[in-house]
């Protein structure tokens, strides 16, 4: 099921594709999300332009102040930001070139990434379904763990992962919204049977998350590296090939959900765990250990990310009994 985002005013669905499940989708389901989508404002296109900066090794806090100030909203959102209680600074900081040179490079890229994606798609605030405070934080700690993963496996451009990582359930939002009480009923059974949230929108709705965020991505023109992590970030084998030449997202993005899920950053709708099977590790060039390590590493980046957004987490540091019960996840099925 591809959709097709080349063209500028309309998007549709090629239903004759053979990757999807066409023949099961509702009708009436795809005609909500695909208005709802329209609707949505365009992506902040300030988040590419960042993506490209941190590949080239010269740019400078000056160039990067200036990618900024191109956007009202990223800026305005930064001078709030800076100026909240979480930095403490003792005058009002009123510019973003001031901003950026007390912030320093690492943390600013963080702001200009993960504030626009908060806005346009975490902002509102629900008496309904998910808690958009649990799935932000889940979200972050999918792309602290994705960022970490990508730098381990020397992927290109890890923050690339880092904001692959933010957008992987996007589409929980639009369901959110479009059905809160049928997406409501998909989170009690998946509380009840302790199932993967993504069979439950199936059965229930005809459409996973996935399904429906990658719909928004192929709408927002988003880079065909993103666009399949979000659509195959629970099953990133389907992607991967003996002939790739390269680290596939998808399955970076696997493993930090996977992470995200068993250090309970946030909640993002179910508890169900998945194995992680040995083609994940060998596509990866990791091994099981390493990925026991990068876990303990993850409160040291997520906290910073989280608490300009006025956001903590009670981390536990992770023990012997933690360590012994995520390695049973790494064993393949008999």
Not at 223 to 233: C, E, F, K, R, S
Request: net charge negative; charged share 25%; aromatic share 8%.
């Amino acid at each position: 099921m591809i959709l097709d985002g080349k063209k500028d005013d309309v998007w549709e669905i090629d239903l004759d594709d053979d990757t999807g499940n066409s023949d099961e989708l509702d009708p009436a389901v795809f005609k909500l999300i695909s208005e709802q989508i329209e609707q949505l404002p365009p992506f902040p296109m300030v988040i590419n332009q960042v993506l490209s900066m941190i590949e080239d090794p010269n740019v400078t806090l000056a160039d990067l102040a200036r990618v900024i100030l191109n956007d009202p909203s990223l800026t305005g959102n930064i001078l709030k930001v800076v100026n909240s209680a979480y930095y403490g600074f003792n005058s009002t900081i009123s510019t973003v070139s001031h901003a950026v040179s007390l912030l320093g490079f690492n943390e600013v890229k963080n702001l200009a990434l993960s504030l626009p994606i908060n806005d346009a798609l975490f902002g509102k605030s629900r008496s309904f379904g998910l808690s958009q405070a649990d799935l932000w934080v889940h979200s972050v700690g999918v792309g602290v763990c994705g960022r970490k993963i990508g730098e381990k496996v020397r992927y290109p451009v890890p923050e690339e992962a880092f904001v692959a990582g933010l957008l992987h359930d996007i589409g929980k939002n639009l369901l959110n919204d479009v059905f809160p009480e049928r997406f409501d009923q998909v989170l009690h059974r998946a509380e009840e049977q302790q199932r993967a949230l993504v069979d439950i929108e199936q059965e229930l709705l005809t459409v996973s998350h996935a399904t429906i965020g990658s719909w928004l991505a192929q709408h927002w023109k988003l880079p065909d590296a993103l666009t399949a992590a979000i659509q195959n970030h629970h099953q990133p084998l389907t992607a991967i090939s003996d002939g790739d030449a390269g680290i596939r997202l998808e399955a970076i993005i696997f493993l930090a959900d996977f992470l995200a899920k068993f250090l309970s950053l946030g909640f993002s709708g179910d508890r169900y765990l998945p194995r992680i099977r040995p083609e994940i590790f060998k596509h990866l060039a990791i091994k099981p250990e390493d990925v026991v390590s990068m876990a303990e590493g993850v409160e040291r980046d997520i906290q910073p990310t989280l608490r300009p957004f006025g956001l903590e987490i009670d981390f536990k540091p992770i023990t012997a009994e933690d360590k012994t019960k995520m390695a049973g996840f790494f064993a393949p099925l008999d």
